[in-house]
């Protein structure tokens, strides 16, 4: 949890980045692509291909392709529809996705009924946060980011059911997940890309080499190993916590207001949520291990 935590922080600060620096000048498949391939750069060399099966090669591709490849680029275009802050109130259902994908499609168990609680609570939590009037283009930005959460959510639930061992042979597998992400953001590059809107300016290039080494490249690496670490449960409602830690980043950097009360009243009841789900412990009907769910999956 304390990493999922400080990842959420770390997070935070790429949405008010991407909307304040990035997404009415830098062309949403070349800033999607340059941060792939930054992503690669850094996570590549500790790649061992000759250790990963080649069934598990391709899986590690197609899950970085979708969650973060894909749901890349239905985020960035977002963007332009939509503010900041319309953009994390319309994450909030991004809980009930993964709670919905890993008990129907993946796992094809019944979860425990407080997991479901936990993620709908969080969602609650979420609205409550951001619930405020709507610009004209929401219709669009909606469909965008649903089409995104669901890229995100599947990609989390897939790694978390696939065996790769301990955190140090995730690391030499990782670099697979960052390839399939490239080559699909590649590939939008060079079929939609406007190429009169690359990156030009210093400030693009930071807040690119930064999206790109910290908060894709370690960001994604580490987010997937701690989703190893919790159960369904928590990973969902984890989810909502980007919620207001990402408003509050846009207050303390861009003096964005702020409803305090409804942040605190809707940030308690994520908490809240959070707590629920990791109280509770699937039992064996459920179809997970009991024991410790530090070793789940792994």
């Known amino acids: 949890m304390p990493i999922l935590i400080l990842m959420t922080l770390v997070w935070a600060f790429s949405f008010s980045l991407i909307g304040e620096y990035l997404a009415a000048d830098v062309d949403a498949y070349i800033a999607v692509f340059i941060r792939m391939v930054l992503a690669c750069v850094l996570i590549v060399p500790f790649l061992r291909i000759g250790q990963t099966p080649t069934k598990k090669r391709l899986y590690l591709m197609g899950i970085g392709a979708i969650q973060i490849g894909l749901m890349y680029l239905l985020l960035y275009h977002a963007f332009l529809y939509i503010s900041v802050a319309e953009v994390l109130l319309f994450t909030i259902f991004t809980p009930l996705y993964i709670t919905l994908l890993d008990e129907r499609v993946l796992n094809k168990k019944q979860?425990?009924?407080?997991?479901?609680?936990?993620?709908?609570?969080?969602?609650?939590?979420?609205?409550?946060?951001?619930?405020?009037?709507?610009?004209?283009?929401?219709?669009?930005?909606?469909?965008?980011?649903?089409?995104?959460?669901?890229?995100?959510?599947?990609?989390?639930?897939?790694?978390?059911?696939?065996?790769?061992?301990?955190?140090?042979?995730?690391?030499?597998?990782?670099?697979?997940?960052?390839?399939?992400?490239?080559?699909?953001?590649?590939?939008?590059?060079?079929?939609?890309?406007?190429?009169?809107?690359?990156?030009?300016?210093?400030?693009?290039?930071?807040?690119?080499?930064?999206?790109?080494?910290?908060?894709?490249?370690?960001?994604?690496?580490?987010?997937?190993?701690?989703?190893?670490?919790?159960?369904?449960?928590?990973?969902?409602?984890?989810?909502?916590?980007?919620?207001?830690?990402?408003?509050?980043?846009?207050?303390?950097?861009w003096g964005q207001d702020v409803n305090w009360p409804q942040l605190i009243l809707g940030g308690t009841i994520i908490v809240i949520a959070v707590v629920i789900a990791s109280r509770v412990q699937p039992n064996r009907r459920h179809g997970t291990n009991t024991s410790d769910p530090s070793k789940e999956n792994i």
């Open 111 to 253: 979860l425990p009924l407080a997991w479901w609680i936990a993620a709908l609570i969080s969602v609650i939590g979420a609205g409550l946060i951001r619930y405020q009037g709507l610009s004209v283009g929401f219709i669009t930005g909606f469909v965008l980011i649903q089409g995104a959460n669901l890229c995100f959510a599947l990609g989390q639930v897939a790694y978390k059911r696939l065996e790769l061992g301990t955190p140090r042979q995730q690391l030499q597998h990782y670099g697979l997940f960052f390839v399939g992400a490239t080559i699909v953001s590649g590939l939008g590059m060079l079929l939609f890309a406007d190429f009169n809107r690359t990156p030009t300016t210093t400030v693009h290039w930071i807040v690119l080499l930064w999206l790109g080494l910290g908060a894709s490249g370690v960001g994604y690496l580490l987010w997937s190993i701690a989703s190893k670490r919790v159960n369904i449960g928590q990973l969902a409602t984890m989810n909502n916590a980007l919620i207001p830690a990402g408003l509050l980043v846009n207050f303390a950097l």
